[in-house]
């Protein structure tokens, strides 16, 4: 109930309410997209971009909807799509970039090994493990049969489990 | 989670909440709020951008957009060499040299240095021309709508190539044997510095062609993906840079793809290599302001933030002996130079180049600072 009060608040201009917004939800959506990217600057930059897509629509934004699902979607295709494209290319990407060393949110988790997956896969666990969707809003969000959900799940996981 | 100013949510938070307060009053904003709210957010904003630990140079910027401590006028250039000013849509062109002496060369639309630095080529409405910059033209060429003028080769053998409309065309530097090469997307072309009288140009097709223009031999093509609206070459002459809005190719001296550059969520305005290396300076616009980085496509995964601010940077050129970069920030009304983590700035630069008709002069600069 608060969240709709605070998207109230903030379609009507209240810095405050847009602010609590954003301080709700930029913890999951960096580190979701942190998960998928494998790379802090490009998470951080995706993440805000999905925040400056939520000003952007947020006068057309319906109260009735949960905003979590709206900005993950955002978030966890935009992450797919640079995690593909730096993979075909070898690619420089313009964010900041971070040298590679251990992920403190890795090491030692179970996710740990979330970087042997294809963007698609890691994708799947984020949402599942870390956002703790249901395979059905999983495939909502990324316009995937269930099936195909549930089968980039179980062989996510399979690979996170293999001995290295 | 860091909340600390340089944390990631702490950053993000400046840049969304910048755009969160330009949404919440524009129904009512006029020109006059958006400067002032650009001259109030400047230092936000470049806090913003440059705050990732040990990546950014950056002097302080005051509240008014700009470097403090700037120059009042442009008493030197602060690396050898002399540079070429185009002031566009009827400003003319200026020579400029290190002492800070300048003069107006004359009402051209476009200028270039011939190889050594001796002459300039330049364009006028349907006419090249060249030029010795203290005794004046030396011969003219009537073509219709010739523009982009690109000069080399040796002290005694040397080309120009330039576009007109759908064409590029080759010319000898005394003025004899005009031909036309090929048809051209409206790219300026570029010599290959490794090789003679040989010509990276953008078909209308989008497809980058290296050819020796004396023997119409082509060398390579290569379509790299979208439309480039640059092409800038290694001092070497093995690597070209291809640059569009989203990304920038660079290919090989072979023409394959040695890299590729992409930006998710800016702009890229320009690009140059370092002479002498193969580090590429880029303009990179974003909707907070913009921004210098510098990638080296030899040891690729690492884009160092050189300078960033509020508005728009235009066009950047490395001094002749890879020492200084100069960058066009017309927001500012400055030229900032940059070397290293040293920034000097210089201020008033539409009042250094002032046109008689008052009109506010726009500025290109790019490849045309030129010989130690």
Known sequence: ?164 | MSRGPSGPEERAWEVVRRAFDERAVAPRRSRRWLVAAAVASAAVVVAAVLSPPGRAVFHRVREAVGVEHADVALFSLPAPGRLLVVSENGGGVWLVQDNGFKRKLGTYTDAEWSPHGLYVVATRPNELVTLDPENGERWTLARRGASQPRWEGTMTDTRIAYLTPGAVRVVAGDGTGDRLLARAARVPPAWSPGRLHTLAYLTPGKTIVLQQVDTGRVLWRRAPGNAPRSLAWSSDGTMLAAAAPRRVVVLSGTGAVARVVSTLSGTITGAAFEPGTHRLALTIRRASGSEIKVVDVDHPGAARLLFAGPGTFRDIVWSPNGRWLLVDWPTANQWVFLHGARVHAVANIREEFHRRDDVVPSLRVAGRWCCR
């Open chain 1, 1 to 164: 109930m608060a969240e709709r009060a605070w998207i109230r608040g903030a379609q009507q201009g209240s810095v405050a309410d847009f602010e609590r917004l954003f301080r709700a939800h930029w913890p999951r959506a960096y580190r979701a997209a942190r998960l998928v990217t494998g790379d802090a600057a490009a998470a951080e930059d995706i993440a805000q971009e999905a925040f400056l897509a939520a000003v952007r629509n947020l006068d057309r934004f319906d109260r009735r909807r949960p905003f979590a699902p709206w900005l993950h979607r955002i978030v966890v295709n935009r992450a797919i799509d640079w995690t593909r494209a730096r993979k075909l290319r070898a690619e420089v990407e313009l964010g900041d970039h971070v040298p590679a060393v251990p992920d403190p949110e890795l090491d030692g988790s179970a996710l740990g090994r979330i970087a042997e997956l294809s963007p698609e896969h890691r994708a799947v666990v984020v949402l599942r493990y870390v956002l703790e969707y249901t395979p059905g809003e999983i495939a909502e969000l990324l316009d995937l049969p269930r099936g195909t959900v549930n089968s980039r799940l179980r062989r996510g996981l399979d690979r996170m489990r293999e001995e290295p």
